[in-house]
Nanobody, 114 residues
Framework: VQVVESGGGLVQPGGSLRLSCAVS????????MGWDRQAPGKQRELVAT???????NYADSVKGRFSISRDYAKNTMYLQMNSLKPEDTAVYYC?????????WGQGTQVTVSS
């Protein structure tokens, strides 16, 4: 599985961004996808996940602000991020889970600053 993230950038507090994760390769066995993030000097943390039956889960810190979705026709997953805060600044990684394996992309930088 190949995973490529896009959509990061610099945004002011209160602004919005949409991250995309394009997946190719052995996608038929994917049972869950999600987003992790890692801020400077901090451990990587789970942001959101979506299963093959569209069940979603969010970190408490982003509930009500972020929304994860998946377009099966385009083999792409999205993370809509609204009401962004400076503490959302991090490198965001797309995560793809298949039986017995996990794949990550190279990450995309999100910076929230005025």
């Amino acid at each position: 599985v190949q995973v490529v993230e896009s959509g990061g950038g610099l945004v002011q507090p209160g602004g919005s961004l949409r991250l995309s994760c394009a997946v190719s390769g052995s996608i038929f066995s994917i049972y869950a996808m999600g987003w992790d993030r890692q801020a400077p000097g901090k451990q990587r943390e789970l942001v959101a996940t979506i299963t093959s039956n569209s069940r979603t889960n969010y970190a408490d810190s982003v509930k009500g602000r972020f929304s994860i979705s998946r377009d099966y026709a385009k083999n792409t997953m999205y993370l809509q991020m609204n009401s962004l805060k400076p503490e959302d600044t991090a490198v965001y990684y797309c995560v793809v889970d298949r039986p017995g394996s996990r794949s990550w992309g190279q990450g995309t930088q999100v910076t929230v600053s005025s």
